[in-house]
């Protein structure tokens, strides 16, 4: 991950990684330059208004921000940032994540936070790689191939369970 990052995948802590990874795959998959880090609006609020204000002259396009809990982090990053912020609701032993999806969800007007399903960081990353793809045409060719490559295989696994009745 060296060079300039065009995503940058932040976490409240690094417990959050197993969740937060499938963003990092999805952005693999697509050839997305991205970094990883951990920063944390309760933790390390200096580092995370650092983070925020630096990211768009550092080149970033896009941040997608996981925490669980109290998360604070992709609404704090969204306020000192005019990037697009994405959210994702880490869940964890209490709670089961809706502490967190409400948290990133429930913004007030003005600072926006996109937020996907509690866990859902898969999606996240490819929201991501839609944003890029709205100014990229080689990165939206791929991403229709990529709904191409999901509608066949709905199809067949269709087929496999209307074979096996
Ligand atoms: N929600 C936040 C923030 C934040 O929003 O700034 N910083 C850490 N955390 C969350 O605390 C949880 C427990 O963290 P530990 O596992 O380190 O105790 C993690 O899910 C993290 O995202």
Redesign the pocket.
């Known amino acids: 991950m060296s060079g300039v990052s065009t995503v940058g995948v932040i ?6 990684w197993p969740t937060m990874k499938a963003a990092a795959e999805v952005l693999a998959e697509f050839e997305v330059p991205y970094e990883v880090e951990v ?5 390390t609020p200096v580092k ?1 208004i650092d983070y925020g204000r630096a990211a768009a002259g550092r080149g970033l396009k896009v941040i997608i921000a ?9 609404g ?1 990053v969204a306020s000192v940032t005019p990037l697009p912020v994405i959210g994702v609701p ?1 869940p ?1 032993k209490h709670l089961d994540g809706i502490d ?1 999806l409400l ?1 990133i969800v429930q913004m007030p007007a003005g600072v926006p936070v996109a937020t996907v399903s509690i866990g859902n960081a898969r999606n996240a990353g490819l929201l991501a790689v839609r944003i890029l793809a709205a100014a990229d045409r080689a990165l939206l060719d791929r991403m229709s191939a990529y709904q191409a490559d999901l509608e066949q295989l709905v199809a067949e696994k269709d087929a496999a369970l209307r074979a096996s009745l």
């Open positions: 976490m409240g802590s690094d417990s959050d920063v944390s609006a309760h933790r995370m996981g925490a669980g809990g109290a998360a604070a982090l992709p704090m880490v964890l967190s948290s």
